[in-house]
């Protein structure tokens, strides 16, 4: 199960940080990725991180050098710090994984980006 939390409505500039907790498979082992779907769009990939002590990081273009994905083992827990967040951030996001072959979505958390 995941179940993503910390969404919101912010101004543009400003920053959050979403949280995705993990519980039914041994989490350490897992790579870990946020999605995020637009209105009226398909799912993109937004950045994910590899198991274990999660030493590789990899992002979207239209993020990267702005938001940080994260994880904690200890609290099964993979967080997404997003900062200068801009009106085109504003998204459905989700948190993703994969366990045996088996597909695992969150349920998702809405951003809103506006003044």
């Given at each position: 199960?995941?179940?993503?939390?910390g969404?919101?409505?912010?101004?543009?500039?400003?920053?959050?940080?979403?949280?995705?907790?993990?519980?039914?498979f041994?989490?350490?082992?897992?790579?870990?990725?946020?999605?995020?779907?637009?209105?009226?769009?398909?799912?993109?990939?937004?950045?994910?991180?590899?198991?274990?002590?999660?030493?590789?990081?990899?992002?979207?273009?239209?993020?990267?050098?702005?938001?940080?994905?994260?994880?904690?083992?200890?609290?099964?827990?993979?967080?997404?710090?997003?900062?200068?967040?801009?009106?085109?951030?504003?998204?459905?996001?989700?948190?993703?994984?994969?366990?045996?072959?088996?597909?695992?979505?969150?349920?998702?958390?809405?951003?809103?980006?506006?003044?």
């Amino acid at each position: 199960q995941l179940v993503e939390s910390g969404g919101g409505l912010v101004q543009p500039g400003q920053s959050l940080r979403l949280s995705c907790a993990a519980s039914g498979f041994v989490f350490s082992r897992n790579v870990m990725y946020w999605y995020r779907q637009l209105p009226g769009k398909g799912r993109d990939m937004v950045a994910f991180i590899s198991n274990g002590g999660g030493g590789y990081k990899d992002y979207d273009n239209s993020v990267s050098g702005r938001f940080t994905i994260s994880r904690d083992n200890a609290k099964n827990t993979v967080y997404l710090q997003m900062n200068n967040l801009k009106s085109e951030d504003t998204a459905v996001y989700y948190c993703h994984t994969t366990v045996f072959g088996t597909e695992y979505w969150g349920q998702g958390t809405q951003v809103t980006v506006s003044s």
